[in-house]
Each structure stands twice: as structure tokens, then as C-alpha cells.
């Protein structure tokens, strides 16, 4: 058994909900945490900046009253995604509020930052790092994570091309706290899975956007129900990290997806100027996305994982 902070120990499904940049929404996050799964956004979701302290108000404010009024199945914990890249000016700013509203999950992405998590530590939260490999997943330890999000192959958003499998089994040689893992989880079978290989809780994404709470246009939820693996392309060409977008919103944009120049990954850019932009215009999804078939509410989701969790358990024990 992994070493599970209390934040995480008493979780009643082993699934966090990953934090989809500008589809993350209160609404959604809420939604999540008393479905039982925890629910995240990005900071940089709330625009202009001052935005957030509102949202981190509902949020608080929400759950505390859904907790008071449901004390026997309380609700998840949520988290808060910070990109801890040079690039983002509004680091300072975003952290502070999570301090003030005492943020209880931070998660770190593009950058391991040994002053971010002891400040979040200071508050009482843990830190919960993405990794794409083992070098990396290391280096996140060594700087003070306290848990580590393999982003392995088939993941939404900025994955890696490494196996699940390799990734697990190589961080469970030496790590034994909080281990993440991402990347094509869309069903409970998949969850149990990622259980298996060693992984303590499924990160899931992509199908959070074909909800009804989630931000994202309908053509984006209708084009998630309608594709499958075959029509994701991984590039860097967007954003110069490399991630699995939906070919059918490249060719909406005029681009062969197939023929997609290089990126400089010295050069990133989430969304500057560019006229069609990643993740506005160029779609995000992860592989798994096959067994969607409908855009529904976030709480019949997850009764759908759950029910599948649990017969995937049932098969294995008959």
C-alpha cells in the first residue's frame, strides 16, 4: 500500500479528475467532488485574474454546505492546477489565493519548483506533480512533490509517448507515495487497471469534456462522442510541447493534421496571438475516448465508472 496523505486516504473512488485548460469550470469542479471524485480546474482558467478568488469563494463556500448538509458521504476534495513555467506571469498572484483559501490539492505542471511546494505545504495542501517520465518524476520528488501524475501515452493534453506500463512499474521501484496515472482512463475497467499496475487513483480527462457542466462549445462535446483513437495526432506544432489533439478540429482549422510541422519546445506558447490556438481552436483529447457515446451530466459519469469498477472487480474474482 502506498503512503496516501489524509487528504487522499479516505477517498470513496480512486479517481481525480484532471484540470482541462479552459474547460475547467467551478460548475464542473463542484459537480465532480460530490459525484466522489475530485474535482480540479486550471488556475489560469479564471480570466481576467481576479476572477479566481471569486471561483475559489463558490468553491469553498459549495462544498462546505453541501458537506454540512451531508455529513454520512461528504464531498471530494479539490484541487487547483498551477503552471509553474517561467512563462506564466500570474504565478504569484493565483498562488496567493490558493493560501488564502487554504487549497487543500495543488497541481503542478510544466516545471518542478521547490518554493511552490513548500508553500503549499506551509498551508497545510500537498503537492501533486505531472510527469511525463522517470527522470522527470524524480526531480519532482527531490524538489518536495508529495505525489507524482504519470501523463503517460494516450493521454489528453500534453502527454508523454511512454507505456503505462514502463512508467508505473519504473517510479514504483523507488517511489511509495501518491502515484497518479493518465492516459486513456475512460472506463471503470480501465481504472481498476491502472490499480493493478501499481497505480493508486486513475487521472482522467477527456471524458469530463463531453458533460454537460464542462466549458467547452457543443462542436467540441459532439466531436468527442463521434471520434475514436484513430482520429488523435500527437504533435508539438501548438503550443511546442508535444500533446494528442483532434485531427477533425485541425482540418476545421485549415491544416492537414497529418502533415504538421515542428515545433520550438524553447519557445512554448499557450496561447498567444497565433490566429488558431491550442486548446481554443485545436482540440485537446486523450486515446481513450472510444467509449463515449453521449454527452451527459457529470454525475452520470461517474455512476458509469463506478458501476464498471465494480464489475470489472466481480469478473476478476469470479
Known amino acids: 500500500m502506498s503512503r496516501l496523505p489524509p487528504v487522499l486516504e479516505n477517498l470513496s473512488f480512486p479517481v481525480i479528475g484532471s484540470p482541462l485548460f479552459i474547460i475547467s469550470n467551478p460548475k464542473l469542479l463542484i459537480a465532480q467532488c460530490i459525484a466522489g471524485v475530485v474535482g480540479s480546474m486550471p488556475a489560469l482558467n479564471a480570466r481576467p485574474a481576479e476572477q479566481l478568488e471569486d471561483w475559489l469563494a463558490e468553491i469553498t463556500e459549495t462544498l462546505a454546505a453541501y458537506n454540512e448538509a451531508n455529513p454520512d458521504k461528504p464531498a471530494a476534495p479539490f ?23 487554504k487549497v487543500p490539492i495543488v497541481i503542478t505542471s510544466l516545471g518542478a519548483r521547490e518554493d511552490v511546494n513548500k508553500a503549499v505545504q506551509a498551508w497545510g495542501g500537498i503537492v501533486l506533480h505531472d510527469v511525463i517520465n522517470n527522470v522527470f518524476a524524480r526531480k519532482a520528488i527531490e524538489k518536495g512533490a508529495d505525489g507524482l501524475i504519470c ?24 517511489f511509495d507515495g501518491p502515484l497518479l496515472l493518465a492516459g486513456s482512463i475512460a ?34 462535446k459532439k466531436m468527442i462522442v463521434e471520434s475514436n483513437s ?50 481554443r481552436d485545436i482540440w485537446g483529447c486523450g ?9 451527459v451530466p457529470t454525475a452520470t459519469l461517474v455512476a458509469r465508472l463506478q ?12
Not at 152 to 172: C, D, L, N, T, Y
Not at 190 to 216: K, W
Not at 307 to 318: F, G, P, S, T, V
Open 307 to 318: 458501476r464498471e469498477y465494480a464489475e470489472a472487480k466481480n469478473r476478476l474474482c469470479q
Open 151 to 174: 501523463v503517460a501515452a494516450g493521454a489528453g493534453g500534453h502527454a508523454s509517448v511512454k507505456s503505462p506500463f514502463a512508467m508505473v512499474q519504473e517510479i514504483r521501484e523507488w
Open 230 to 279: 484513430d482520429d488523435i495526432v500527437y504533435s508539438n506544432f501548438y503550443t511546442g510541447v508535444h500533446g494528442n489533439y483532434l485531427k477533425e478540429s485541425i482540418r476545421n482549422a485549415g491544416m492537414d493534421p497529418d502533415n504538421l510541422p515542428e515545433s520550438d519546445p524553447s519557445k512554448m506558447n499557450f496561447g498567444g496571438g497565433d490566429e488558431k490556438r491550442a486548446w
Open 187 to 220: 472506463t471503470g475497467h480501465a481504472i481498476l487497471a491502472a490499480q493493478a499496475m501499481g497505480a493508486d487513483f486513475a487521472y482522467i480527462g477527456s471524458p469530463f469534456i463531453a458533460t454537460d457542466e464542462a466549458r467547452a462549445v457543443d462542436d467540441y
Open 79 to 101: 484541487a487547483i492546477n498551477q503552471i509553474v513555467h517561467r512563462s506564466n506571469d500570474r504565478l504569484d498572484h493565483d498562488m496567493a489565493l490558493c493560501e488564502k483559501y
Open 287 to 295: 486515446q481513450g475516448i472510444g467509449s463515449i457515446r453521449e454527452v
